[in-house]
């Protein structure tokens, strides 16, 4: 079955280093998100991608955060100057359509610690 | 606020009990999905639910998209352990592209 992959699973970087999350969504899908989930916290909305553009992005996606899509199969999130608090699990998702008309699926996500 | 209550927050029960799950909003969503999350995991979609009164059914989970399409329920029969996780209903708000996340109930089937 088609899945999600993040790489890496655990990522530890120091206090203002650049990180950059990597995902393949899946194969067939155009709509690609992230979501970052604190320790015990809810699953947050970062930022909606579709058509090589940013569709939506939330009030937590600021400048520090870019997202691109090098190549046909691969969707980055890159944090330029990582703080502490930017330590939580990080979600890739896609989906065939917009949220409206479709589901989305995730990734078994990316442990980022920043120490 | 919150776009999308659950509740109940947490919830421990014995192996075999049956249990509901509620995430209920003021505003009408087109659709309505339910995760299952495992600690150190992505969610897992269990089910999407589209029309208004909508029962669908998976294994022993049951689940129900109010006639408004404002809420939603998880009906869990005869609980296992397997069945312990965090449980996310999400859908997409009435304007913008995205998967907005209910506040997730803490399921411990504790055998």
């Known amino acids: 079955e088609p899945e999600v992959t993040q790489t890496p699973s655990h990522q530890v970087t120091q206090m203002g280093q650049e990180v950059i999350l990597r995902c393949v969504p899946i194969?067939?899908?155009?709509?690609f998100y992230w979501y970052r989930q604190i320790l015990g916290q809810k699953v947050e909305f970062l930022v909606s991608?579709?058509?090589?553009?940013?569709?939506?992005k939330s009030e937590i996606f600021d400048d520090q955060f870019s997202v691109e899509r090098p190549d046909g199969s691969n969707f980055t999130l890159k944090i330029r100057s990582t703080k502490l608090e930017d330590s939580a699990m990080y979600f890739c998702a896609s989906s065939v359509g917009g949220a409206r008309n479709t589901e989305a699926f995730f990734g078994q996500g990316t442990r980022l610690t920043v120490v | 606020t919150q776009l999308l209550e659950q509740s109940p927050q947490f919830l421990s029960i014995q192996e075999g009990e049956n249990l509901t799950v509620y995430c209920n909003s003021s505003s009408v969503f087109s659709s309505l999905q339910w995760y299952r999350q495992e600690p150190g995991e992505g969610p897992v979609l269990l089910v999407t639910?589209?029309?208004?009164?909508e029962v669908k059914k998976l294994k022993r989970l049951t689940f129900q998209f109010g006639d408004a399409r404002k809420d939603s329920s998880l009906h869990i029969t005869a609980a296992q352990p397997g069945d312990t996780g965090l449980y996310l209903c999400?859908?997409?708000?009435?304007?913008?592209?995205?998967?907005?996340f209910g506040t997730g109930t803490s399921l411990t089937v504790i055998p």
């Open positions: 999400a859908g997409p708000p009435p304007t913008g592209n995205q998967f907005y």
């Open positions: 991608f579709y058509n090589n553009e940013i569709s939506e």
């Open positions: 639910v589209v029309t208004g009164g």
């Open positions: 194969s067939n899908h155009l709509y």
